[in-house]
């Protein structure tokens, strides 16, 4: 069974550009979390989201951050206009919902601004 | 609101010997706990959870785990640790009657397994 697959591993930009980031759950995984780890912190919750609903984003940057999990195709992350700071490792994990059942992680994305 | 203190950054331990990472989580409502452990440029694999139950919780790899409520506590242990251990330990808790909710994460403790 295939874990949680992000893509691409490694994203460099250029400042002022766009960066988008992909999570494919678990088959049969229909809940999707964003974190985003900074070095020598731990992961820090950004956003939630139910297939084509966003359920709490509470950790998300009011701007230039987006996140959409559609009905088909895998979980996207958006940062629009990057600057330096977003430079982290971003980690998507999927459930499947229901109580008891822990989150799955993916290997993360690593962007790196220029 | 959640938090969690892991109070060790960093543990380095000669291999064989015993280790305990510490945790140490605030709460209002009853929690899910989870030890989590990340190897070098991967992502976080599960090493084991408390949701209910017996208080001791054993995980993968050797490792275990015991919830102590009334410090607040979600300590992880291993007898004899080797090599391969070395990684990056990160101690979770999520809230309320549904595990569907975001993790709160500690900072993390480096375990260094020294030869």
């Known amino acids: 069974n295939a874990g949680v697959m992000q893509n691409p591993r490694h994203l460099v930009r250029r400042r002022g550009q766009e960066a988008r980031l992909r999570c494919s759950p678990v088959k049969g995984h229909s809940h999707v979390y964003w974190y985003r780890q900074l070095p020598e912190e731990g992961l820090k919750f950004m956003v939630y989201?139910?297939?084509?609903?966003?359920?709490?984003e509470s950790g998300m940057p009011k701007e230039r951050f987006s996140a959409e999990f559609p009905k088909e195709g895998p979980s996207i992350l958006r940062i629009q206009q990057v600057v330096r700071g977003d430079s982290a490792a971003y980690f998507c994990?999927?459930?499947?919902?229901?109580?008891?059942?822990?989150?799955?992680f993916g290997d993360g994305t690593r962007l790196s601004i220029l | 609101a959640q938090s969690v203190t892991q109070l060790d950054s960093q543990v380095p331990v000669f291999e064989e010997a015993p280790v305990e990472l510490r945790c140490n989580y605030s709460s209002s409502v009853s929690v899910y706990l989870f030890w989590y452990v990340q190897y070098p440029n991967q992502g976080l694999q599960l090493l084991l959870k408390?949701?209910?139950?017996?208080?001791l919780v054993k995980g993968i790899n050797g490792f275990e785990a015991e919830f102590n409520k009334s410090q607040t506590s979600f300590h992880l242990r291993k007898p004899s640790v080797h090599i391969s251990d070395t990684a990056e330990y990160f101690c979770?808790?999520?809230?309320?009657?549904?595990?569907?909710?975001?993790?709160?994460f500690g900072k993390g403790t480096r375990l260094s397994v020294i030869a």
């Open positions: 979770a808790v999520s809230g309320g009657s549904s595990g569907n909710t975001p993790l709160v």
């Open positions: 989201l139910q297939k084509e609903n966003i359920i709490d």
């Open positions: 408390y949701l209910s139950g017996s208080t």
């Open positions: 994990a999927s459930s499947p919902g229901g109580a008891n059942q822990p989150q799955h």
